[in-house]
T-cell receptor, first 114, second 112 residues
Framework: DAGVIQSPRHEVTEMGQEVTLRCKPI?????LFWYRQTMMRGLELLIY????????DSGMPEDRFSAKMPNASFSTLKIQPSEPRDSAVYFC????????????FGPGTRLTVL | GNSVTQMEGPVTLSEEAFLTINCTYT??????LFWYVQYPGEGLQLLLK?????DKGSNKGFEATYRKETTSFHLEKGSVQVSDSAVYFC???????????FGSGTRLSIRP
């Protein structure tokens, strides 16, 4: 199993640009989670999906952030327009039904907004 | 609401020292408790878990016991190695919840 795959691993962009982060969960996992990690705020849950349906997006910081899961094997997190305070490491994680406590994390995308 | 409080780091120890990282929680009902570890440049990975009171989770020489009377889940290891240098997160999941609540993380550095 390849594990959770995220792309790109690193992204550097300028303020105001659109950024799209991608995630491929582990095959057969029904839950998908997006997290953001910064030194100041630690690890924050942004949104999670169950069977491709968004269940809780209360952690999404503002309307500039959006997430989609068009099918069971792909999800995107989009920031438009990006701002320097969005600089962080963004993690995607997945878990199977019945074991939502055991989340498998991807390697993360390090985003830098200049 | 549910929450997790863990000791602040960084924690620096010499190789073969005894490790304790404290974690306490606030929750209604009977949550499951976890320790996750994050090695440099990687995502978090589950280290151990306990799903009911008095359970002991263990893995890679690490242990933690679910203490309901003290609402604690402290992480211990008898003899740490340089390779244990990482950030450790205590976490909980409520009995009816699908998401995990993570603590702020404790950075551990082990000197050779």
């Amino acid at each position: 199993d390849a594990g959770v795959i995220q792309s790109p691993r690193h992204e550097v962009t300028e303020m105001g640009q659109e950024v799209t982060l991608r995630c491929k969960p582990i095959s057969g996992h029904d839950y998908l989670f997006w997290y953001r990690q910064t030194m100041m705020r630690g690890l924050e849950l942004l949104i999670y999906f169950n069977n491709n349906v968004p269940i809780d997006d209360s952690g999404m910081p503002e309307d500039r952030f959006s997430a989609k899961m068009p099918n069971a094997s792909f999800s995107t997190l989009k920031i438009q327009p990006s701002e320097p305070r969005d600089s962080a490491v963004y993690f995607c994680a997945s878990s199977p039904t019945g074991a939502a406590d055991t989340q498998y994390f991807g390697p993360g995308t390090r985003l830098t907004v200049l | 609401g549910n929450s997790v409080t863990q000791m602040e780091g960084p924690v620096t120890l010499s190789e073969e020292a005894f490790l304790t990282i404290n974690c306490t929680y606030t929750a209604t009902g009977y949550p499951s408790l976890f320790w996750y570890v994050q090695y440099p440049g990687e995502g978090l990975q589950l280290l151990l878990k306990a799903t009911k009171a008095d359970d002991k989770g263990s893995n890679k020489g690490f242990e933690a016991t679910y203490r309901k009377e003290t609402t604690s889940f402290h992480l211990e290891k008898g003899s740490v190695q340089v390779s244990d240098s990482a950030v450790y997160f205590c976490a909980l999941k409520g009995s009816s919840a699908s998401k995990i609540i993570f603590g702020s993380g404790t950075r551990l550095s082990i000197r050779p």
